[in-house]
């Protein structure tokens, strides 16, 4: 396919990136191009354009029901944009061309797409009727189509990366809500996607065990290639991951930059009256 | 082969059936709701014959079929020296067996209350007949209005066993007018709209109790 | 005594056993095809096992096996008497089966199905893979109590003169006239055909609540 290159960081998405604008002329991981979506009357995405580097590290903050899930759940295929496209490692995701027309994709294609995309989820939504190591396993073997034994090892060598490894005969509801969250992880990593999306992975988690969570995922944040969509509350923890963070509000990005820029030198007041009830505790 | 005429000549007769089968559903559908509460209060006994009773009674009629049950009573009975009519026969049969399922339905309300709602029954120093009607019944059996109409329309439906000990209900009409003309397309036909149409529609009201319910 | 009519049943309940197998067997083929229909993305569909499942919920069993037997043959339709009984029955259990397959297809949390696409699982995947497995367990207490009911349609089959436990008993009845002793057996022989059924559901109904889930 033949895509134009994009610079990333369209100038026109943003009016505060000041110094922080790096213009890099590789070719996006992931691009959202005028990206809306409303339910019913309600929009929550408003023209929302967003380009994310190979291996970048995009961490999304921003005020409950802002629509930071909804924007990643466009990019897994869980819910379909009311305008807009979004092109993932330059081709289509929700949309093909058919006899030079572009029309709405059809399973076929979201599945050859999708397959670049992975995502940790709030709740984990592990499979209950399956082992640990089942649940790893499960995608790589019949999504993959590797051989039982290649999935097994693949699938072991991850559980052991998230720490897990002498949980593999368990099922879910044997586990504590941390150890349930790697593996959720690691049944993510394990397809190798080149894209991997984190939505609150650890809010749902009692506070003592949240830790471990974002611990595991700064690991995997350190070897690079991956790039990443984080979604998080934890301000410290996108400080310390996040080559660039978005400030979300109202279906917009309002704010982005350096994770040094954004929180030292917040410039629109939505974004410092944000901040500003983390800093208090 | 539909012969219109023969349609509108058997109608009225059916339609005139319809009051037996009506009020043997309602006899019936009070019969169960009594003996179905009567049943999950004997259940919840502390008296331990009266609950095994209870337990048992509700798992072997549950288990065997009506009509078994119909026959049971209406030719059994008699050489104990009770004689019922069919209609008495019927219902009673017909209330017994709903009985056991409408045990589980009050069963299922009262265990929806919480615990709470005893222990502030004995802080108030309620006695037990006082905890059962105050405050237990009022509110398990409010819920559980629209399961109970749902077993109404069962009831309702399950009427034409009851042309098996002889009552002259819709089915039983519809038999009868069959065998004379040897026709029984027209006769069966009619009851099964009628029931399909009487059923289906008062499933839509329940239906829409049920959502009205929820939303209290 | 009552033990010398109990061989006058054996062949009656051969009949009441085959007619609830069979019946069941459909029934749940039945089941599946028209729970899933209800769940289909394409409108027709949908509408055709909604149809279905109304029409075969909204009458009784009985008026289905009288209409089945008595009023086809005007259509040339002429089915014997054990056919008549096991359509009537297959078509009347699988619409009930319908709204379990239905019902707990659509209980299985959503979270299931995304993780499933996440994973890039096809369609074909998501529902035999993760949903089919989770539903099924909780579908089986449902399926039983409905193999119970089955048993218990069965003796309609009687009056259409099909020679099943009932239809035994009412025969034999008519000719020794010994009501309490007959209906009586009769009665307790359902009760134990339908034991390793309540049994099981209730085995099954434990180990789910203490089981894994
Ligand atoms: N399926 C849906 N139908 C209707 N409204 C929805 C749906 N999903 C989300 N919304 C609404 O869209 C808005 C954005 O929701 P979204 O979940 O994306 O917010 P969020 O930024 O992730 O919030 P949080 O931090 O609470 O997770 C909210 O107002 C929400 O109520
Ligand atoms: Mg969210």
């Known amino acids: ?205 009692d506070p003592e065990l949240v830790g471990e969570v974002l611990e595991v995922i700064k690991a995997i944040a350190a070897e690079g290639e991956m790039a990443m969509l984080l979604i998080t509350h934890e301000m410290d923890f996108a400080r310390d991951v996040a080559d660039r963070i978005l400030f979300f509000d109202q279906g917009r990005i309002i704010e982005q930059g350096s994770p040094k820029r954004i929180f030292n030198n917040p410039e629109s007041e939505r974004l410092q009256t944000f901040l500003s009830r983390f800093n208090r505790h | 082969m539909w012969n ?118 004995k802080a108030l120093n309620f006695t037990p007949l006082e905890t059962w009607r105050k405050i237990i019944l009022p509110q398990s059996i409010p819920p559980v209005i629209p399961v109970m109409g749902n077993y109404l329309i069962t009831m309702f439906k399950e009427t034409p066993v009851l042309s098996a000990i002889t009552l002259v209900e819709i089915m039983q009409t519809a038999k009868m007018l069959g065998s004379h003309s040897f026709r029984y397309l027209e006769a069966f036909t009619i009851v099964g709209v009628l029931f399909l149409v009487l059923s289906y529609s008062s499933s839509l009201m329940v239906r829409r109790l049920e959502v009205r319910l929820n939303l209290r | 005594m009552w033990f010398d009519i109990l061989p006058s049943f054996w062949e009656g309940a051969k009949i009441t056993i085959q007619l609830t197998l069979f019946s069941a067997v459909i029934a749940f083929f039945l089941a599946f095809l028209a729970g899933f229909g209800r769940l289909s993305k394409i409108k027709a569909v949908r509408f055709l096992a909604a149809t279905y499942v109304e029409i075969f919920r909204g009458t009784s069993l009985f008026v289905q096996l009288f209409w089945i037997y008595f009023a086809l043959p005007l259509f040339g339709i002429m089915l014997p008497k054990m056919l008549a009984g096991v359509l009537a029955l297959s078509l009347n259990a699988g619409a009930y089966g319908s709204e379990i397959v239905r019902s707990t297809i659509i209980s299985v949390p959503k979270g299931q199905t995304e993780a499933a696409i996440a994973l890039n699982m096809t369609p074909w995947q998501r529902t035999w893979l993760v949903i089919l497995p989770q539903a099924l367990v909780m579908m089986l207490p449902a399926f039983g109590n409905l193999i119970i009911e089955m048993l218990k349609g069965t003796a309609l089959v009687s009056l259409v003169t099909l020679a099943d436990l009932t239809f035994v008993a009412t025969v034999l009845n008519s000719s020794i006239m010994r009501p309490t002793e007959i209906f009586s057996v009769l009665l307790v022989i359902y009760f134990v055909i339908s034991l390793p059924f309540t049994r099981g559901i209730r085995w099954i109904e434990h180990r789910l609540s203490a089981g894994r889930y």
């Open chain 1, 1 to 205: 396919m033949s895509v134009p290159l994009k610079v990333i960081y369209n100038e026109e998405s943003t009016k505060s990136i000041g110094n922080d604008l790096r213009k890099v002329a590789v070719q996006p991981i992931v691009n959202y191009s005028n990206i809306s979506k409303s339910y019913g009357d309600l929009q929550v995405l408003r023209n929302i354009d967003l380009d994310i580097a190979p291996g970048e590290k995009v961490a999304l903050i921003g005020p409950s029901g802002s629509g930071k899930t909804t924007l990643a759940r466009l990019l897994m295929t869980l819910e379909e944009p009311t305008s807009g496209t979004i092109e993932v490692d330059g081709e289509m995701l929700w949309h093909q061309k058919t006899n030079g027309k572009l029309v709405k994709a059809n399973e076929k294609h979201l599945h050859k797409v999708r397959g670049n995309i992975g995502m940790v989820f709030q709740h984990f939504n592990l499979f209950p009727h399956m082992t640990i190591l089942r649940n790893v396993m499960e995608a790589p073997r019949n999504v993959l189509g590797l051989s039982k034994e290649e999935a097994m090892e693949r699938a072991v060598t991850m559980l052991k990366q998230v720490g897990l490894a002498n949980k593999i005969d368990a099922y879910p509801a044997q586990l504590s809500g941390g150890q349930k969250q790697r593996v959720a992880i690691a049944r993510a990593l394990v397809m190798r996607p080149k894209v991997m999306i984190f939505d609150e992975p650890t809010s749902a988690l």
């Open chain 2, 4 to 121: 219109w005429d023969y349609t509108l000549l058997i109608l009225p007769q059916i339609l005139e059936a319809l009051k037996i089968t009506v009020s043997a559903t309602f006899v019936a559908f009070a019969v169960a709701l009594v003996v179905g509460l009567i049943l999950t209060l004997a259940r919840r006994s502390d008296f331990k014959p009266l609950s095994l009773f209870a337990q048992g009674f509700i798992e072997f009629v549950r288990s065997t079929p009506l009509l078994v049950q119909l026959y049971f009573i209406f030719y059994v009975l008699p050489e104990h020296g009770l004689s019922l009519s069919p209609f008495i026969a019927g219902v009673m049969g017909l209330g017994l067996h709903y009985s056991t399922y409408l045990s589980e339905v009050y069963r299922g309300g009262i265990e929806s209350i919480p615990p709470g709602q005893w222990e502030a029954a």
